[in-house]
């Protein structure tokens, strides 16, 4: 389905970017598979936890405020936000039948997006009162981790041969793309090859940007950590690096991105539009089986 390039903007200040992560699970792991996503919706919340835990390395208080503050943000979830994505998938189902343009698929990822914002937003409280709490070793803990993963990212988008990375995202492309229709002809993996081949997407200015924003967090929350600023001023600084996460004040950057998501839009309607009816009954299928575990998980108290 509709994705952005791998890690284009990855790891945007982590204690910003986790607090999408009910909405992420809900909108991303249905991919995975039906059982799959009810397992980890329902897990959403200890999942969480221990990815922030892992960046943190909260203490005994701190855990029992992240725990209690994550449930209460999946119940919000489950009861206000679920319906909207069941609607979503409702209208996409109805669109998979016939051709698509870039403008259509656009408008699907600004959907999700806006979705996603719409967590974060709602965590904000919960993330100004964690960060009065943090110490100046857990901000160590932070930054250790952040080295980490750009190890990991120079691993699989900067290090070895431009060929093995091409093939890597060729695959993960061709297997998500199967996930919703099934299994692809010729005609259509040579489309995903020529969007891959052709696409904007530059490891070394994405990692740029993830340094950027790395920087930014820490820069960020130094002077609020340990109850040192009065929450108004720890609020209006959280503000401002969500803000800066989600639009990078870097004008260059801001128009790389621009081309990515154009990249997506238009590479998604091309596969869309190469598929036969048979391959769409079979994404209406697929998406279908996800409304129904939307409307459950919905239903569901925890």
């Known amino acids: 389905m509709l994705t952005r390039p791998p890690a284009a903007g990855a790891a945007a200040g982590r204690c910003t970017r986790i607090i999408g992560v009910l909405g992420v699970l809900a909108l991303a792991v249905a991919l995975q598979g039906c059982s799959v996503m009810k397992i980890a919706y329902n897990q959403a919340p200890e999942l969480a936890y221990w990815h922030l835990d892992g960046h943190f390395d909260f203490t005994d208080a701190q855990t029992l405020q992240v725990k209690a503050d994550l449930a209460k943000l999946q119940a919000w979830h489950r009861q206000t936000q679920l319906p909207a994505y069941i609607e979503t998938l409702q209208k996409l189902r109805q669109q998979i039948p016939a051709d698509m343009d870039a403008a259509g698929a656009c408008a699907l990822y600004a959907d999700v997006r806006s979705k996603l914002i719409a967590v974060t937003n709602r965590a904000e409280p919960a993330v100004v009162a964690l960060v009065g709490t943090l110490n100046a ?166």
């Open 137 to 302: 070793d857990q901000l160590v803990k932070l930054q250790t981790r952040f080295a980490k993963g750009n190890a990991e990212y120079r691993e699989d988008f900067l290090d070895g041969s431009r060929k093995a990375r091409r093939d890597k995202r060729y695959k993960q492309a061709v297997s998500r793309a199967e996930m919703l229709y099934g299994s692809l002809d010729h005609k259509q993996l040579a489309v995903i090859a020529h969007r891959i081949d052709n696409s904007h997407f530059s490891a070394p200015v994405s990692y740029e940007e993830k340094l950027r924003r790395q920087q930014d967090a820490l820069q960020t929350l130094r002077p609020l950590v340990a109850g040192q600023a009065a929450p108004e001023k720890t609020q209006a600084a959280m503000k401002g690096l969500l803000e800066r996460t989600l639009n990078s004040p870097d004008p260059a950057y801001r128009a790389y991105m621009d081309k990515l998501t154009q990249d997506a839009c238009s590479g998604f309607a091309e596969l869309h539009n190469s598929t036969t009816p048979a391959q769409r009954s079979k994404a209406v299928e697929t998406l279908l089986r996800y409304e129904q575990d939307f409307k459950t998980l919905h239903l569901q108290k925890s």
